[in-house]
């Protein structure tokens, strides 16, 4: 069974950090690509940021040079390490899993970011 577990959100002031962690199993993790995605109320799903099985990194241009993320795929964990956080960086976020040029796509239940004074 494939399963994709964020921890990590939360409220936070305007210029705050937060630190996503996303544990990932059953899945031979390496061989995958995986990624943060949001969604705010009354938008579409975005990507945020995501990174291959090669380690070839992807932000969307909102969060370039104040998002990173990272892979370990001995611990089978993707973070994002999200600093200078504004009011529109508030939505779910979503931990997701791809294995490139097939269907099996996988996500985790979601975690609230929240960034408010």
């Known amino acids: 069974q494939v399963q994709l577990v964020e921890s990590g959100g939360g409220l936070v002031q305007p210029g705050g950090s937060l630190r996503l962690s996303c544990v990932v199993s059953?899945?031979?993790?390496?061989?995958?690509?995986v990624g943060w995605y949001r969604q705010a109320p009354g938008k579409q799903r975005e990507m945020v940021a995501a990174i291959t099985r090669g380690g070839t990194v992807n932000y969307a241009d909102s969060v370039k040079g104040r998002f990173t993320i990272s892979r370990d795929n001995d611990k089978n964990t993707v973070d994002l390490q999200m600093n200078s956080l504004k009011p529109e960086d508030t939505a779910v976020y979503y931990c997701?899993?791809?294995?490139?040029?097939?269907?099996?796509?996988?996500w985790g239940q979601g975690t609230q970011v929240t960034v408010s004074s």
């Open positions: 997701n899993a791809y294995l490139a040029t097939t269907p099996r796509n996988y």
């Open positions: 059953g899945i031979s993790f390496s061989i995958y690509g």
